[in-house]
Nanobody, 124 residues
Framework: QLQASGGGLVQAGASLRLSCAASGGTFRTYTIGWFRQAPGKEREFVAAFRGSAQTTHYADSVKGRFTISRDNAKSTAYLRMNNLKPEDTAVYYC???????????????????WGQGTQVTVSS
């Protein structure tokens, strides 16, 4: 199970840190992905942290502003979001899977486990 938290209402330029707490399974072997979905839009990839290779991957729209990290001892992943923009407004979801290949990291349907989502609203 995954539980996402940390969302909120902030002004443009502010920062937030989202958390994704996992239970069950061997957390360190799982790839953790963050996705977001704005009203009327499809769910889109934000960032991923591969469990096996320990590499990070970002959408171009957040590269340089967002940082994904993980604490395997706490079975928790994080998404640090700096310099937030109104276009970052969305429900943010964390997802996990331990069978992903590199080419699948950015595809929501490839992840088996999902958290419930946390709302991030950025005002201008």
């Amino acid at each position: 199970q995954l539980q996402a938290s940390g969302g909120g209402l902030v002004q443009a330029g502010a920062s937030l840190r989202l958390s994704c707490a996992a239970s069950g399974g061997t957390f360190r072997t799982y790839t953790i992905g963050w996705f977001r979905q704005a009203p009327g839009k499809e769910r889109e990839f934000v960032a991923a942290f591969r469990g096996s290779a320990q590499t990070t991957h970002y959408a171009d729209s957040v590269k340089g502003r967002f940082t994904i990290s993980r604490d395997n001892a706490k079975s928790t992943a994080y998404l640090r979001m700096n310099n937030l923009k109104p276009e970052d407004t969305a429900v943010y979801y964390c997802a996990a899977d331990n069978r992903l290949i590199l080419s699948s990291l950015r595809i929501p349907d490839q992840y088996y486990y999902w958290g419930q989502g946390t709302q991030v609203t950025v005002s201008s």
